[in-house]
């Protein structure tokens, strides 16, 4: 199993930036990617962005541009740098792990509040 634990959501001004982070725990090994996902209240969840454990990255196309994902391996974390937030951007974030294998497997963080509002 796996544990994911999200920090770094909050309150912030249009234009502004939040750092997320996702630390791993567990059986981290086999886990091919990681990324963050949104859901804001009525919609359904969406890919923001992931990297893999070589470290090719994908963005959704409203975020290009503005937010970077990136990882630590030695910290077994993921973070997630949201630069010109707009007020769109309002979500919970999760955080999660891909697992490659037979079967393949999803993990999830619990999910961290992010509000962008003046």
């Known amino acids: 199993q796996v544990q994911l634990v999200e920090s770094g959501g909050g309150l912030a001004q249009p234009g502004g930036s939040l750092r997320l982070s996702c630390a791993a725990s567990g059986r981290t090994e086999s886990i091919y990617s990681m990324g963050w996902y949104r859901q804001a209240p009525g919609k359904q969840r969406e890919r923001v962005a992931v990297?893999?454990?070589?470290?090719?990255?994908a963005y959704a196309d409203s975020v290009k541009g503005r937010f970077t994902i990136s990882r630590d391996n030695a910290k077994n974390t993921v973070y997630l740098q949201m630069n010109i937030l707009k007020p769109e951007d309002t979500a919970v974030y999760f955080c999660?792990?891909?697992?490659?294998?037979?079967?393949?497997?999803?993990?999830w963080g619990q999910g961290t509040q992010v509000t962008v509002s003046s």
């Open positions: 999660n792990g891909f697992r490659v294998g037979i079967p393949p497997a999803d993990y």
């Open positions: 990297i893999t454990n070589g470290g090719n990255t």
